[in-house]
């Protein structure tokens, strides 16, 4: 009888233990398909982020790009920052090693620079836009601005870029200067940061003129376009692109870059009063 009862015992607890190892192995199974799940479920995370990039481009591109990105991210979870600057100020920033994986020069000189240091993909340098000079007038200076009253009495002060950073302020310099008035004028220049502040100054009436480019003199709100500058008065006015070597983000800088090139940028380009090349 006592060892009947050893025995029942003895079967129930050999059951009881493959009950829980059978419970266990469920739980184990269970806890490896979730561990599956969640690593699937952050893969599909981080591909519906996308990459993020940093694009350097000249102020003058500020509103055509900020158009295309939001058409861009339609159908591209890529995140974009636009560091929008004079062209001068941008290199200077790549120069010493601020994240970027594109820029777009309003000037050649600028592209070179970067290129001589070894810093862009030489292969993806294309120049991508063109774009006038244009003298522009406060309104209560619309009827007196003219290139010949530059050095009369009637106008007290001139906008221009600064020329060693600002493409658009060197362009200005090169056209007064072949009109021979450039140091005469210098007592009269305001100097500004980016062609954006130029065009403000102006606009604001606190400059009575001042030298942009075509695309940004469109913007004007209650200023005045006097005249665009004969193309020989100065270089011409190109606006480069690259891809930055080693920014880790070729793919996603790419197919943005490829964008940029479609139809869909060429028509937001001319509507800004780009030429497109």
Not at 90 to 99: H, R, T, V, Y
Not at 168 to 189: F, H, I, P, R
Not at 248 to 270: I, K, M, R
Request: charged share 20%; glycine share 8%.
């Amino acid at each position: 009888m006592k060892k009947t009862g050893k025995l029942l015992w003895l079967a129930i607890l050999i059951a009881l233990l493959t009950l829980g190892f059978s419970a266990c192995g469920d739980s184990a199974g269970d806890s490896a398909v979730s561990g599956d799940d969640a690593a699937a479920n952050e893969t599909q995370e981080e591909a519906a982020v996308g990459a993020e990039l940093n694009i350097s481009a000249a102020a003058s591109l500020t509103d055509a790009l900020e158009e295309i990105y939001a058409e861009y991210q339609k159908d591209s979870n890529d995140v974009i920052n636009f560091n929008f600057a004079a062209s001068g100020t941008l290199q200077k920033q790549i120069l010493e090693g601020a994240p970027c994986d594109m820029f777009i020069s309003a000037s050649k000189g600028h592209m070179d620079g970067l290129a001589d240091e070894n810093l862009i993909v030489p292969e993806s340098r294309k120049d991508m836009l063109g774009n006038a000079l244009t003298l522009i007038a406060a309104a209560e200076k619309a009827g007196v601005v003219t290139v010949e009253s530059l050095t009369g009495a009637d106008i007290a002060s001139i906008a221009v870029g600064e020329p060693e950073t600002v493409p658009a302020g060197n362009y200005a310099k090169q056209t007064l200067e072949s009109l021979g008035v450039w140091d005469e004028l210098q007592a009269k220049m305001i100097f500004a940061k980016d062609v954006r502040q130029v065009l403000e100054y102006v606009d604001t009436g606190n400059a009575d003129c001042g030298f942009v480019y075509r695309s940004d003199a469109a913007m004007l709100t209650t200023g005045v376009i006097v005249t665009d500058l004969p193309e020989d008065s100065h270089s011409p006015i190109v606006y480069p692109a690259a891809l930055i070597a080693g920014s880790g983000n070729e793919t996603a800088a790419q197919a943005f870059y490829d964008y940029l090139q479609s139809d869909y940028a060429a028509g937001v380009f001319e509507k800004y009063g780009f030429t497109v090349i």
